[in-house]
Each structure stands twice: as structure tokens, then as C-alpha cells.
């Protein structure tokens, strides 16, 4: 068996398609007619559905518990196994195992049918023969091994494939049911009836409850998605609402069956339930209703649907049964309650091995025959009410164990229900028909001592006693088998008492005429007689082969006990001696795994021997060994020189005559040969053996002392490191990402340590350290600055001017130029207090020139814009110009355009502003007229042309039947003659639809800027303004709740180096969409290389848990899948100072994590 685990690949919808897709098969087209419409009427088969449905929403809530308690591939029979015993966990592994087959062989015997029906006798050739009256063709019998073959060959792709194959089908039958039922209740006629309601023979709740009976039946395999849990890509709490919808879906595509089979029939019959009854006498489509109806009101169209939906029925039984029967295999072969190499998976996670003996036992199904298989799917609805049965006791069990009320209730409804179920299915007589035929109770009981007959070869196997409970299992089985022959007795019996019965009907009808003297009467006495001698031997008969099924059983259980006192004296004999070996074993693991997660050097000895017992890697290094088990058996002489060893071999000596550990400082040489300074520690201790042992750790201290030995300057230097350096560097690490130069300033007295980013590794190392920040500034701004910026940025490093910009803000931010070969480069400098000690400040400098280039190019191009539109308003095409005496109102009229003459006009008058008004009632835009009427005045215009100002208005004139933006621009000039008012009504039509347009287009210039511009998303600029805005809403006692979330795409190095920087690309692409995908209604900003920020709020904060639980998930399957792994850190605002905190908790998570996730991806 391999380390090999399940891989994820199911989703949400794929889990609905699996539930669903499993629930319904070939069966609902016909035993929702022979079965449920005929024997309880339409409204009996709705009712009793419903209420079946009630029953199975209570399993349903037992259900989702169990998953959700302990996700398992081995569904109801891991959950029984952890919740009862490992007996009982037996018992549901059998019974599940024995209907998920009888499913999986029922819908591949249908395989042969859904060809006759639809191509006829194409596949009837070759050999035939009959069995089980069901007549057997070759053709069909290679129809159906292939169609096996195939759907084991394709579950073995993978998870995804299968989960996208069972979505598409399950829609597909689910629109065609769907719309052809709805189609038929539309369009049947007016004289259309659906009486009658309810069947003769017996009372409406009575056929209610009888249909309700069965329902374990219409949704068993509904459940088998609980084998898929370990393999979901989505959160388990999610499996509840799946469940339920696929619960409350099936019932209505039964109900829908159920309408469009009786919703038309053929005229020769006078209702549908007469269709119905004699259905079983017909051919073609007739013989299926639902076809028949279907045809009748779409003709050959719906045919093809419900083929299609067919189709998809098969499809998703034949994958969902093969599926989870694999899953179950695996997860038995994983518990050892199947052949161990049936649980040994492929690198894409797939029980390979599984799968292929399903389909090896699958094959040999086929000869047996359709009757066969009935007699086997017959049992299914007694194997599905034992499993429901046995998922409420175990959830009842778990509740009662945790405390849960509800489930502790729903527990216990489940089992009552299907106890009464289970009788209802068991005797004979309690429902209107037999819910199983005579030769499934034979199955059942040849099933159950099969089940005996596996079970004591396990028990022959179980070294370790873990089926403690083993009676049980022998009990239940035991009954299951004498209460199945006594219903088997009772029904056998009954057969032969009608078949005496009609013969002796027949021998009346023959003889009626004869009294019941003479030889006739005699004769009819013995007929009587031997008829009743007849039913007596078949009781009897049966009744001894029943006997002898118990004696059978009762053997093997004895044998079973015989060899359970065996093994039980066995293990008393050896179990103190393999308890003592295994508290030794476990005490020397114990030691060694101590040894080896000591710091340095550690080894333990024999103080009798010399002999070395245990030891770590660093030890065997140093003894120039490749493994600590070379070290293990040999003495000091044997791995040292003779003085070292003898020097050893002296400390230990001295060890052991000391009740207290021994401390020793050595120079020994290294493994490169340069002398070390070690601190050995030596101690004696007794093993569980009680043996004198000495324990020896040493560690290298030749740092230490070297700094020790320095003078009162250095250990000054030293001890400031200590203190202060190692806070300083994890600081600067933490808030390194994304920074190319780091500053950390003691604002007192100017002494700082510079740090600068590794560009291949992108670490942060220390460059210098110095004692003047502010001076240094001033000095290196004359040389890397740019000239225009140097005079600000001079004043903004001014040690007092900067701190009063950080009493104002906690941050303060500076974008500004270096200089560079390749000229001026923009940066952004980040300067913030430390909130433990406000005498620190860190400064940091990052590269913006990429954003601010892009910004000033968005700005250049406005200011052109802007330009140009003034331009054109000064230079624009005037639809005319008058000239008017301020004195007197007379006007004259210039350059009037063609379009203008709108306005009637003429070209000399009196009364302008009259005039004006009164005519542009007729040409302006209703909307514009009030607001024209209120600035278009005489005083108005006066006003502001005499103080030397222009005086404009615009507005839209309706020219063509359009609205037509023109200004009408007015100024005083002096002329000969006088003061003139100089009145303009300019085009200014395509000057407003460029300013929209220029408006549009800087607002996506200003987007642009902020953007990024390989992902789309926003960039490092952009998380700067975002980060001054959250740091004044904290300044103005905002309480807005929101959180940091620092996402590191991992392995882009990697990447790059052997794929191409285009692959690379991708690759950041890739991820990014996945994030964006994730925090859906949240602002994600890409501040590195590999490193996105999301500042998340609203919706998306108060779901944060589980948007981070979506990136574990995606992680763990990325892990196993090859995929694209991403660090996350995530940290909330909890009332500190600024956002650069929340940044730094986020900061430290996701390196934490990215570290893990690194290790375990190795």
C-alpha cells in the first residue's frame, strides 16, 4: 500500500449531479407506473412521495452530520465504524457493498434494454439462451462488458473529468424530464382526467403510507456523495444545502414522470390506469408511457428528449454506482477489511486497483441475465433502509457523545422509521404488493452467510483483537438470516397454497356437475386430499432447508468462536511480552527523536562498554560518520583519534562520579579542520533496562566567547545588536517586501541602519550603520536627487519639519526623482513611526517610476486636452455675431448661418433683448428655456461686459428636430461711434461631446495610472492612497472594521529560470485571478513582483474566515495537484495606530505560512 491520498476534484454542482444522478435510473420510468401509480392512484403516488420525501429529509439531516463530522471515503460504513465498533462497521460495509453493486449490475443489464428500445435487434445476434425466463443474446452480453469497461476506464481519468461528465448529463435529463412534463400538463385537453385518484381495493392513507414504505427505494444511491468527502473542493458545511436540494429535486422528476406517464394514452383504452395495467402486454413506445406521451405531444422532438434524458440517467448511474463502490473498496482495503492493494492509488489519486476488480466482477453480471438482476435490486430497498437505519444509530450515538439535541432527535426518528419500514418490506401481507420477490429473500440469506463466511476470515486474520463485538455481528447476522427464511417458508408456502388453489378452481369448474356421491365424490376427496398433501410437503420442504440454513450459519459462528478463543489465548500469552517490547520501543524512539532535535551535538553512551547507544546527525558529522546509525555499537577509539578518545573517555569517568551534570569547555577541530570552542554537558542515567548510561550534549559557543573576549566598546556594540539590531532587522524584514532601501532612524540623535533588497533573492541585508540620518540626507540629496525635487526634499528630511509632519499623520509619504544612468527615476518614500517607541522611525524607499510616469502622461494628455478646448471656444465656428447700442437696444446682424435662420431674425432692428426673448420661445430646448429666460437679460448682461468681463451662456437650440448645444458669448468694445455690445452665438455642438469625451478618457487615464499593467488589477501607487485613506479614517475615530490579507505567489522564481519570464507572466496572471475570483467585492492591489495586498471591508470582512478557508483548500490541492501554491497572511485592524501595523501582523502570518507551505510541497 502506498502513502498516496485522495486528490480534490469534486465540486458543489458535481456533488447535486452525483446525489441526484444516482437517485434516478431506468427503473423510474417503470416502477413508477407498475408499481406506484397502478397500485395507489395519482393522487396516492403524490401524497405518499411527499411524505416519503419528509421521511428521507430526516435521514438527509442524519446524512450531512455524519459527513460533516468526519469526512471518509468509506461514507456510513466509516462513520458507523468510529461511532459503534468496527463489528458493526462490518455489517454496514456488507450491506452497502451488496446495494451499490445491485444498482450498479441493474443499470448495466439496462444498457442492452435502452438498445433494444431504440435500435431494435441490432445487438441480438449471435448465441442465445434463456435463463430466468429472460432471454440472453451474445451482442448484448459484449454490449454490456464493453459499456463496463469503458465507464471503468474513464472513472480511472481522474476526479474532474467525472465531475464535469456527471454535471452535463444530470442537466441534461433533468431539462428533458422537466420539459416535457411540463409540456404535457400544459397542452392535454379539457376532457383530459386524472381519476382515478387513488386505486380500489383499500383506504386512502393506507396507499399513502405503503408508497411512503418504499421511498427508501426512489433515493437510495442519493447518498453516495459521503464516499466522495475527502475528494471535495469546497467547504463540507456546504454538503447540507446540496442534500436538500437534491432531495426536494428528485422528488419533483418523479413527480413529473409520474404526470407525463398518465398525461395521454392510447384511444383503445378508457383511462390511463387501463393503460397502465396491460402495459406490460405491449411494444415499441407504447410500452413506456412516459415515451408515449411524450411522442403524442411532441412527436419524434420529445423522443429525442426523454432518449437523451435516458441517456443521461444511465450515464450518471453507471458512474456515480462505479464511483462510489471504488471509494468504498478503497476506504475498506485502507481499514484493513478488504485486500490492502485495493486501496493503493495512482499519482492523480484514483483507486486504480479498486476500480478494476469492480469491473472484473462486473463483467460475468451480464450472462446472468435481466430476471437475475431483479431478483438482486429487489434487495436494494431493503439494503438502503438497514444503511439509513444504521446512519441514524450512528448519529445518534455521536450526538449523544457531543450533546447535540437535534441530532440526538433526528437520530432517533430515522431509526424508528426504518425499523417500521423494514417490516413493511420483510413480511408478506402488510403492503398491497410484494415488495420482494420470492428468490430476493434467497439472495438476501445467501448474502448474509457470505457476509458470515468473510467475517470469520477476518477474525482468522485479527492478530490485534479489534473486532471486539464479534457476537454481534454473528447475532445480526444469524437473525437476518432465520427471520429471511421464515418470510422465505411463508412465501413459498403461500405460492403453493394458490397454486392448490386454482387447480383445485380448475378441477370444479371440470367436475361441477357431479354431486359428491359415488366414485366421483371419492375421487374429488382425494384430489382435495393430495392437493392438500402437496401444500403440506412444500412447508415442509422449505422448512427444512430454512433449518438447515440455521444450522449452516450456526456452524460457521461456532467455528468463528472456536477460533476467537484460540487467538485469545495466544494474545494473553504474548501480550505483556509485545507491551513491554513495544513501551521499550517507543522509549528508544523517544530518546532518539529527543537526541535529535537537540540543539548542536548529542549522543548517549554505555558506562559499562564505552559503546555508543544513540546519537543525532550533527554527532555523526562530527565523527565523520554518514548516519547516526554508523555511530551506534562503536567506542570512542574506534571513531577518534587515541588522545581525543581517551580525553572522552575521561570526562565520562568523571560523569558518572557526580550526581550532578558535569560542564566542560574543549577546542576540537571541525569537519573543514578549523578549531571550535564546545560546551559539553555529560550526565548519568539508568535506562528501563537498568543499565548505567551517560547522556552527552555539546554546543558549539565560539561566537560567544570570541564576543565575550572583546573590549568594553565591542561588548557595548555587541549588546546594542542583541537588543536592538535583531528587533531592527526583523522589523526591516517584515515590512521589506516591495521596498528597494530601508531606513531605521533614531529621531533623537540621528543614528540609523541602512538596509538594502537582495534583488535575486529579494531578502533585505544591512548595508551601514551611522550616526548622522539628517545630515547624510542633506549630502546625499546634492548627488542622487533630482535638481527640480532636491530643494523639497531637503526641507521634507529636516529633522523638525519631519516630525511635525508625523504628529500630524503617522505616516507621511513623498514621491520625488533620482537621478540614473537612464536619467530621472520616480520613488516614493514612506516614513512612519514606531507605535512601541516613538524615538524610531522607519523610512522606506520604493520604486514608483512606472506608475508616475504613467500618471504624468495621463496628466500631460489632459492638460492638451484642456488647451485645445479653450482654443476652439476662442476660435470656434459662430452661427452669427450682432452688434447692439447699449443705449438704445438697435441691433445689426452679422454672418448669420443657414442653420441660424431658425431664429427669423432680421438683419437690423430695435428691441434686441425683447426680441431675443420672444423668438427663442420657439427655437430652444424646452429643458434649457427657464434658466436662458432667467440669465438672458438686458442688466444682467451689462453688468459684467461693463467691468471688462466676458459674459457667457450656454445652452441647446432644437435645430433639424435635435438639440444643439450653442454659447452665446457677449463683450463691451469701444468703437467710433461708441460703446457696442458684441453679442456671439458660437457651435459649441463638438466642443461638449469632446469635453465628455475628454472627461471619459482622463477618468480612465486616471485608472490607468493606478493600475497595473500586466494583471489589471490595482498597483503599488494606488495600495499608497488606499493606505493614507484608512489611516484617516483611524485618525477621525472611524470605526469601520477591515482587514489586511498579503498573498505571496509562490515558486515564481522557479517559474521564470526554467519556463521563460512569458510563462511567468502567466503564471502571476493566473494567480491573480484567483485571488480577484476569492475577495470578490474587495480592492486587490499588486505591491511586488509576487506579492498582491487586499484591504478588505464590508461583505467581504464578515466572511473573511471563509475566504481564507477557500485559499487553504485551493492550496491543498494545488499542493498535490501541481498547482499554483499562494502564501496568505491575514490580520484585522484591532484599534491600532495605523494601517502599518495591521500590515506587519498580515506581513509575519504569510511568511510563516509560506515557509510551511514550502516544506511541505518539497
Known sequence: MNDRTLKSGFSPLGMWAFSIGTSIGWGSFIVTCNTYLQKSGILGTVFGLLLGMAVILIITWNLQYMIQSGPDAGGAYAFVKKTGSKDLGFVTLWFVLLTYLAILWANITAVPLFARFFLGNTFQFGINYHIFGYEVWLGEVLLSIATVAVIGLLCMIGSRFTDRVMIVAALVFTIGFTVCAVIAMVRHGSSFSYTPMYSEGSGAFGQIIRIAAISPWAFIGYENISHFSEEYTFPVKKVRSILIWSVVLTTTLYLFVCVLSISAYPPEYANWLEYLKDMGNLEGIKAVPAFYAANHYL????ISILMLALFGVILTSLFGNMLAVSRLVYAAGRDGDAPKRLAQLTENGIPKKAITAIVAVSVFIPFLGRTAIGWIVDVTTLGATMIYGLISYATFVHARQNDRRTEKTTGVAGMILMMCFMLLLLVPGLLPFDAMETESYILFIV?????????????????????????????????????????????????????????????????????????????????????????S??????????????????????????????????????EKEAMDAKKIAELKESITTLLDHMPAMSFSKDAETGAYLACNQAFADYAHKETPEDVVGLVALQIFDPKTA??????????????????????????????????????????????????????????????????????????????????????????????????????????????????????LNEIRRGTDFFGSCIKDAEVFVYQDDRETVVKALDRDTLISALDRSKTFIMTYR???????????????????????IILGVTNVDEEMKQRRAAERILEERIAYTRLNALTGDFLCVYVIDPETDRYREFSATEGFNSLALPKEGMEFFTTSREQILRVIYPADLERFLSMFSKEGILSETEQGRMFTLSYRLMIDDKPHYVQLRAAMVEEKEGRRLIIGINDIESQVQQEEDYARRLAQAQIKANVDALTGVKNKHAFLEEETRLNAQIRENDDTAFAVVIMDVNDLKKVNDTLGHQAGDQYIKDACKFICDNFKRSPVFRTGGDEFTIVVEGDDYLCIDELIENIRVHNEDAITSGGIVIACGMSKWENDKSVSAVFERADKIMYENKSELKKRRA
Open 646 to 763: 581517551e580525553l572522552f573517555d575521561k570526562e565520562d569517568k568523571i560523569a558518572l562520579s557526580m550526581d550532578e551534570p558535569y560542564i566542560v569547555f574543549e577546542d576540537v577541530l571541525d569537519a573543514a579542520g578549523n578549531q571550535r570552542q564546545l560546551q559539553t554537558t555529560k550526565l548519568k542515567f539508568i535506562d528501563t533496562s537498568g543499565r548505567l548510561c551517560v547522556l552527552g550534549m555539546s554546543e558549539d559557543v565560539t561566537d560567544m566567547i570570541r564576543i565575550q573576549r572583546e573590549n568594553a566598546t565591542t561588548k557595548e556594540a555587541y549588546e546594542k545588536a542583541k537588543n536592538n539590531g535583531i528587533i531592527f532587522t526583523h522589523i526591516a524584514q517584515t515590512l521589506a517586501h516591495g521596498y528597494e532601501d530601508l531606513y531605521y532612524i533614531n529621531i533623537e540623535n540621528g543614528e540609523y541602519i541602512e538596509y538594502n533588497t537582495d534583488d535575486k533573492t529579494g531578502t
Open 447 to 535: 448474502w448474509a452467510i457470505l457476509g458470515l463466511i468473510y467475517f470469520r476470515i477476518l477474525i482468522h486474520r485479527d492478530q490485534k483483537r479489534e473486532y471486539e463485538q464479534r457476537f454481534f455481528v454473528w447475532i445480526c447476522m444469524l437473525v437476518l438470516i432465520l427471520f429471511a427464511s421464515m418470510m422465505w417458508v411463508s412465501r413459498e408456502t403461500e405460492n403453493a397454497a394458490r397454486s392448490a388453489a386454482e387447480r383445485i378452481y380448475e378441477y370444479h369448474q371440470a367436475h361441477h356437475e357431479s354431486d359428491a356421491g359415488g366414485d366421483t365424490g371419492t375421487a374429488r376427496v382425494a384430489f382435495l386430499e393430495e392437493q392438500a398433501e402437496e401444500i
Open 537 to 574: 410437503s412444500t412447508n415442509t420442504l422449505y422448512t427444512i432447508v430454512s433449518l438447515g440454513l440455521f444450522i449452516l450459519c450456526a456452524f460457521i459462528m461456532l467455528h468463528n468462536y472456536q477460533d476467537a478463543r484460540k487467538l485469545g489465548k495466544r494474545l494473553t500469552a504474548a
Open 818 to 840: 533620482l537621478l540614473s544612468e537612464n536619467g530621472p527615476v520616480y520613488v516614493s518614500m514612506t516614513v512612519t513611526r514606531m507605535d512601541d517607541d516613538e524615538r524610531f
Open 299 to 302: 412527436g419524434r422532438t420529445g
